[in-house]
């Protein structure tokens, strides 16, 4: 048998498709693997090229089939999948990762470190936690307006709802109706406490990281932007130029040109959705805290304003801080103010 040089993984939860190519691209191997059969089949190969799709579980068999020698990349699924041929199987799946591993011209995601998933699993926590928040405020208020009590929106709104359930002083509402409340308002305070908990952990991590407390200078980068940044880059180098960390992100235009006639579009929103809302969100408070001042540090950001919207500015700050956030990871500086005075 020929010797194996490149090996496209299927991964999956039980079952393992994979498919090896020798140094002329003819198939060696073609087979499926149960999941206590991985580690010992690439122990007794010779290091090789390994390709995977980035997905689920693809970071921690990234790092242990590394660790026996082999050269492990991570490839985005969209870029794998115009090289599967007619019917979408695990095989024919494990045989388009084989060949899209040795194309030149594609795109790697680097493999993230336990640490680095650590932070982004807190991260992740956070705001699963947050949705829950939503979600319990929403049907409190959903189940209150069906008995005619309807309290102002924002947090005192939800403050005033929450001081009449414990009270239990209205007439309006039935003793089953104040139960089934009580428990909504329990969980609220839970989830509360919660994310608490979640936004001190994350503070606590970035206090420990250099690169993440020089990242918080940016006007907009908070312990929670700067944090989930540098565990989502784990090597910027990747980035050719800070245009590249914000397409990956998604906050560049999408393009439908030709014939050297450019159309730009919206935002693709074809990347990391995560840091895409926290960039924007930061990027909002800097133009709220603007108007409240009545002046700004950017002229660009001013001329922008008067002929675009809000949302629309806090997008091109938003793309601008991703930029500014690459050039410091990359190149190991400080914030430079004069980064922002500049279309």
Same mark, same amino acid.
């Given at each position: 048998?020929?010797?194996?040089?490149?090996?496209?993984?299927?991964?999956?939860?039980?079952?393992?498709?994979?498919?090896?190519?020798?140094?002329?691209?003819?198939?060696?191997?073609?087979?499926?693997?149960?999941?206590?059969?991985?580690?010992?089949?690439?122990?007794?190969?010779?290091?090789?090229?390994?390709?995977?799709?980035?997905?689920?579980?693809?970071?921690?068999?990234?790092?242990?089939?590394?660790?026996?020698?082999?050269?492990?990349?991570?490839?985005?699924?969209?870029?794998?999948?115009?090289?599967?041929?007619?019917?979408?199987?695990?095989?024919?799946?494990?045989?388009?990762?084989?060949?899209?591993?040795?194309?030149?011209?594609?795109?790697?995601?680097?493999?993230?470190?336990?640490?680095?998933?650590?932070?982004?699993?807190?991260?992740?926590?956070?705001?699963?936690?947050?949705?829950?928040?939503?979600?319990?405020?929403?049907?409190?208020?959903?189940?209150?307006?069906?008995?005619?009590?309807?309290?102002?929106?924002?947090?005192?709104?939800?403050?005033?709802?929450?001081?009449?359930?414990?009270?239990?002083?209205?007439?309006?509402?039935?003793?089953?109706?104040?139960?089934?409340?009580?428990?909504?308002?329990?969980?609220?305070?839970?989830?509360?406490?919660?994310?608490?908990?979640?936004?001190?952990?994350?503070?606590?991590?970035? @206090?420990?990281?250099?690169?993440?407390?020089?990242?918080?200078?940016?006007?907009?980068?908070?312990?929670?932007?700067?944090?989930?940044?540098?565990?989502?880059?784990?090597?910027?180098?990747?980035?050719?130029?800070?245009?590249?960390?914000?397409?990956?992100?998604?906050?560049?235009?999408?393009?439908?040109?030709?014939?050297?006639?450019?159309?730009?579009?919206?935002?693709?929103?074809?990347?990391?959705?995560?840091? @895409?809302?926290?960039?924007?969100?930061?990027?909002?408070?800097?133009? @709220?805290?603007?108007?409240?001042?009545?002046?700004?540090?950017?002229?660009?950001?001013?001329?922008?304003?008067?002929?675009?919207?809000?949302?629309?500015?806090?997008?091109?700050?938003?793309?601008?801080?991703?930029?500014?956030?690459?050039?410091?990871?990359?190149?190991?500086?400080?914030?430079?103010?004069?980064?922002?005075?500049?279309?």
């Amino acid at each position: 048998m020929n010797e194996v040089t490149t090996i496209g993984v299927d991964i999956a939860k039980s079952v393992f498709q994979i498919h090896a190519v020798d140094d002329a691209g003819e198939p060696v191997i073609r087979r499926q693997l149960r999941r206590r059969q991985v580690m010992p089949f690439f122990r007794k190969l010779p290091p090789c090229l390994v390709g995977m799709e980035a997905c689920a579980t693809s970071h921690h068999w990234a790092r242990e089939i590394a660790k026996v020698g082999h050269d492990v990349r991570l490839m985005p699924p969209r870029y794998v999948k115009p090289y599967v041929k007619r019917n979408k199987n695990d095989a024919a799946d494990a045989e388009a990762i084989c060949e899209a591993v040795t194309r030149p011209t594609m795109r790697f995601v680097p493999v993230k470190t336990p640490e680095q998933q650590s932070v982004l699993m807190l991260h992740r926590t956070r705001q699963l936690f947050v949705r829950q928040r939503i979600s319990l405020i929403n049907a409190i208020r959903a189940h209150l307006a069906e008995f005619g009590i309807v309290a102002g929106v924002g947090r005192n709104g939800v403050e005033a709802l929450l001081k009449l359930i414990s009270e239990g002083n209205d007439d309006r509402l039935p003793a089953p109706a104040r139960d089934c409340l009580m428990a909504l308002a329990a969980q609220l305070e839970l989830v509360k406490r919660q994310i608490a908990e979640a936004d001190r952990r994350v503070r606590a991590w970035h @206090r420990s990281s250099e690169v993440s407390k020089r990242l918080e200078a940016i006007p907009g980068v908070g312990p929670l932007v700067a944090s989930a940044l540098v565990a989502s880059i784990p090597d910027p180098s990747v980035f050719r130029s800070g245009r590249d960390l914000s397409a990956w992100i998604g906050l560049v235009p999408k393009q439908n040109s030709t014939g050297g006639k450019e159309r730009l579009g919206s935002i693709s929103k074809a990347g990391n959705r995560y840091l @895409r809302q926290l960039l924007v969100v930061g990027a909002l408070s800097v133009i @709220r805290r603007a108007k409240q001042l009545g002046y700004t540090r950017h002229p660009w950001l001013v001329e922008l304003l008067a002929r675009r919207s809000s949302k629309i500015a806090a997008v091109a700050l938003a793309n601008k801080m991703a930029r500014i956030a690459w050039a410091m990871m990359a190149r190991n500086e400080s914030f430079n103010p004069s980064r922002l005075s500049t279309a």
